[in-house]
């Protein structure tokens, strides 16, 4: 095998920070590489410089052998090499083709469009890749994974033969991923080389050939992916070793039930659903994507209706019609989409801590008490240990794990008894997950009650106490924590009903 | 039947939904009830010269929307069309009384003027990353402050130019269809409209178009000169904006320098209700004249029925909040 890009010694510097030191990646013909390391590590700055949309201040590029340096997105495209962003970038509005071929249409004389060669261009594509995608539907209208194989037919279409995919699988469910996994090793056999970024660490020994770990703008190694253990790779990416806690799961037998579920109703989402929820307890919510279990959790905090069931809370049977009732009865939700409904970016530490509970600082006049409100940030930033210079400093300065923190925060204040983190750890690293972790059972021995929901296999069964297995919108089964292996969730998590 | 063919239809009606057929619909079915609702109400509505008001009222405030959808459909917002209408008219006046040339420097001199200032509002969105509506606002008084100027604060007749009326109010149609005396300057605002429609759905340029409104950023990383398409559509629609400034200077055989403010309101109304989003990607041309018909149809409607030009006013705002309010409640449930 021969290299196919060689990257040595990059250095980039933006003000204030440097983000890449002496970064070093190579990559083979056919080859999946896998590039890790915690958020901020300068991966994806590494692919921009790789992809043109940085310039590097030093360092040296090599593509099959020879120099290169690439001015604009477009010249790096060209010369073969594409890159598949987290974000899917793509163009709700636009059809399929149309967004495949963007800055590349076809044309006729006077800058009109060739509609047809351009969808016939898309079919070509998609044949190759053994897929079934009209090229006039409305990329809006598709699912995520079809977006994303429609980005990846985009990237095909420069007759790519260096692919960076950023995260692909974030949102993807099994069967997605599976298929995804196939076009890859087709890729591979074609001697496509592929940078593969993922947090993931199974899908690693599944696909990759090769890791390459970064920390801190620094390259750290290169290992076999096949040979080399996950800790040894966690271990590499955070600089030390994580200590891998047992559940300790407490005894409630005697807990007094807080929040009951009975027989949730609502369409085709949600399909009788009824759980409870003891004092104390943390209870994980597993199933794949559109399971419906984020649509549990927005139905009982009200931000969703119900067709029918009951909801109870010590007892006694609430009405809950908006967040506000939520709110009200001690209900507190934590949004899997911070930066849309969880937080105020541009809002500081103190006034999103205040947020939920303003009527407090309020005086009669509808003055708000600065002093107070400065004394219970304070509280909470010490108490959560939240990283900011200042209670004043905006949310958007801080780091995902410390957003979440805030939010958190923000909850404990309202004095919510029962908190619902739907995917507490989306777009947060490692060592910052692991915070979050000890802060969920910190909260659930103060006697808090709380109700996870992941995506992450591993996540759920390491925090939960009981495992609820959601799938078509309803529950199929609730495991006991600790003991139950992702084997047996993932077949509740399959089990379609017809 | 094949899965294939069944996702075809499936995607085909899905596709109808997305291109904003409903909402186009629903603003055809409010013009036709207005229509007939106004027919039933005084029979001097239905009256060709009526008709014919109507669709006389409609050409320069079309012109102007189709205009400003443009614009609107690439994400941006464009606040100067009504103040760039008059500049150009003023423009037009200078070339043609002041300086006495002949007619087709003058229409040269409107489009011209209109495109280059047009390309400036462009370069101010997409070089100096100037918020549309800022730099659009600025325009609007710059332009505004300068044919004040130009013109001396006072208006500038077309007396000396024969037929400059013409543009507006003669009629092609009716030299050879007498019985159908359909104004030019309706005429203008239909060729213009099928003209922006097929460059919006035919061309390059419209293609970018609805791309800068739908992910510029995607666009760009495409590679895409995303500036350079943002300008050519800020020009396009400048130029636009030039001939309506002919049309309005012709209708009243001059170029009135304190006219203008309030034009861009009325065009933006015309295109919101035509069903086009204010966040970009999505929009028809003929959605935008049919809003501009309503609008028109409204205003007279209301004075064919004698209600005080106030209340007509009062009726425009609450159209324009539930024809939104339907797109809403439309896309709200597709979503």
């Known amino acids: 095998m ?51 949309v940085y310039s590097k201040d030093a360092g040296l590029v090599k593509l099959m052998g020879s120099d290169i340096e690439f001015k604009n997105p477009r010249a790096a495209q060209e010369a073969g090499i594409c890159i598949i962003h987290q974000e899917l970038s793509l163009m709700n509005d636009l059809t399929v083709a149309q967004n495949i071929f963007i800055g590349r249409e076809p044309r006729l004389s006077f800058g009109r469009l060739d509609e047809a060669a351009l969808n016939n261009g898309a079919i070509e594509i998609f044949k190759l890749m053994n897929l079934a995608i009209d090229p006039r539907a409305i990329v809006g209208s598709l699912t995520i994974a079809k977006q994303q194989m429609v980005e990846i037919a985009k990237a095909l279409s420069y007759r790519s033969n260096v692919l960076v995919m950023d995260e692909p699988t974030a949102a993807l469910n099994d069967t997605e991923i599976a298929d995804l996994f196939i076009i890859i090793e087709k890729l591979k056999k074609e001697g496509v080389g592929i940078i593969y970024i993922s947090h993931k660490m199974d899908e690693l020994k599944q696909i990759a050939d090769r890791v390459t770990v970064m920390r801190d703008g620094e390259t750290i190694g290169t ?61 994980g919510f597993a199933g794949l994507m559109g399971a419906g279990r984020t649509e549990v959790a927005r139905a009982i905090f009200g931000a969703d209706k119900l067709d029918s069931g009951t909801i109870k809370v010590h007892g006694e049977t609430v009405s809950i019609k908006s967040p506000t009732d939520a709110v009200e009865v001690g209900i507190g939700y934590l949004s899997e989409d911070r930066k849309h409904f969880g937080i105020a970016t541009g809002m500081d530490v103190r006034a999103n801590i205040a947020m939920a509970s303003l009527k407090r600082f309020t005086s009669k006049l509808g003055v708000l008490d600065e002093t107070a409100m400065q004394d219970v940030a304070s509280e909470y930033i010490e ?38 983190f739907d995917e507490p750890t989306r777009g947060i690293d490692v060592g910052a997950k692991a915070e979050i972790y000890k802060l969920l059972n910190q ?24 495992i609820a297995v959601m799938c078509e919108g309803r529950v199929t089964g609730i495991l006991p924590g600790g003991i139950s292996s992702q084997k047996e969730i993932m077949s509740l998590a399959t089990r379609r009903s017809d | 039947m094949s899965d294939a063919s069944i996702s075809e239809t499936s995607s085909f009606i899905r596709r109808l939904a997305d291109t904003g057929a409903h909402q186009k619909l629903l603003a055809f079915a409010s013009l036709i009830l207005l229509l007939v609702g106004f027919s039933i109400a005084s029979p001097n509505f239905m009256q060709t010269s009526n008709m014919l008001a109507i669709l006389q009222a409609t050409s320069v405030n079309g012109v102007l929307a189709v205009a400003a959808t443009l614009v609107i459909i690439t994400g941006g917002i464009d606040l100067s069309v009504g103040t760039l209408m008059t500049f150009t008219a003023v423009m037009t006046g200078v070339v043609l009384t002041n300086l006495g040339a002949p007619l087709p420097f003058g229409i040269l001199t409107a489009v011209l003027m209109g495109a280059l200032c047009g390309a400036c509002s462009g370069t101010l969105v997409a070089k100096m990353k100037i918020p549309p509506f800022i730099a659009t606002l600025g325009m609007m008084l710059i332009l505004k402050g300068l044919s004040l100027v130009i013109s001396g604060t006072r208006p500038i007749y077309f007396n000396d130019t024969p037929g400059y009326d013409l543009i507006s109010r003669g009629s092609i149609i009716g030299h050879f ?27 390059v340029l419209g293609r970018y178009c609805f791309a800068l409104g739908s992910n510029e950023e995607s666009m760009r990383l495409s590679g895409v000169n995303t500036d350079r398409w943002k300008i050519a559509i800020y020009a396009l629609a400048g130029g636009i904006v030039g ?93």
Request: charge should be positive; aromatic fraction near 4%.
């Open chain 1, 223 to 283: 290992v076999d992916a096949q040979t080399t253990s996950t800790d040894d790779i966690i271990s590499m990416m955070v600089g030390r070793e994580l200590i891998n806690e047992a559940v300790n799961i407490p005894d409630l037998s005697d807990a007094p039930i807080v929040l009951e579920v009975q027989k949730l109703c609502r369409g085709r989402e949600i399909r009788d659903v009824s759980f409870n929820l003891k004092k104390g307890e943390i209870l």
């Open chain 2, 177 to 203: 269809f007498p019985s159908l005396p359909i104004p030019n300057g309706v005429l203008i605002l239909f060729i213009v409209a099928i003209t922006a429609s097929y460059v919006l759905s035919r061309t």
């Open chain 1, 383 to 420: 108490k959560l240990d939240i990283r900011t210079p200042s209670d004043r400093q905006e949310l958007r300065f801080l780091s995902g794990g410390n957003q979440q923190k805030v939010v958190i925060g923000k909850w404990l204040l309202r004095n919510s008894e029962v908190l619902i």
């Open chain 2, 243 to 335: 001939i309506g400034g002919l049309l309005i200077s012709s209708r009243l055989n001059s170029a009135q320098p304190a006219l203008g403010l309030g034009y861009e309101l009325e065009a933006i109304a015309a295109v919101v209700i035509g069903g086009t989003s204010l966040s970009g990607g999505r929009g028809t041309v003929l959605g935008t004249v049919i809003g501009a018909l309503i609008m028109a149809v409204l205003t007279n409607g209301l004075r064919v029925l004698s209600v005080a030009q106030e209340w007509q006013t009062v009726v425009t705002g609450l159209i324009i909040i539930a024809a939104v309010y339907a797109d809403m409640l439309r896309r709200n449930r597709t979503a």
């Open chain 1, 2 to 52: 021969s290299n196919l890009v060689t990257m040595l010694g990059i250095e980039k510097r933006f003000p204030g920070v440097h983000a890449l030191k002496a970064a070093c990646l190579e990559l083979q013909t056919g080859e999946v590489h896998a590039l890790m390391g915690e958020n901020g590590a300068g991966k994806s700055t590494l692919m921009k410089i790789l992809s043109g």
């Open chain 1, 443 to 466: 909260l659930a021995e103060l006697g808090r009650s709380i109700i996870v929901i992941s995506s992450e296999l591993p996540e759920v069964i390491r925090l939960s106490h009981r």
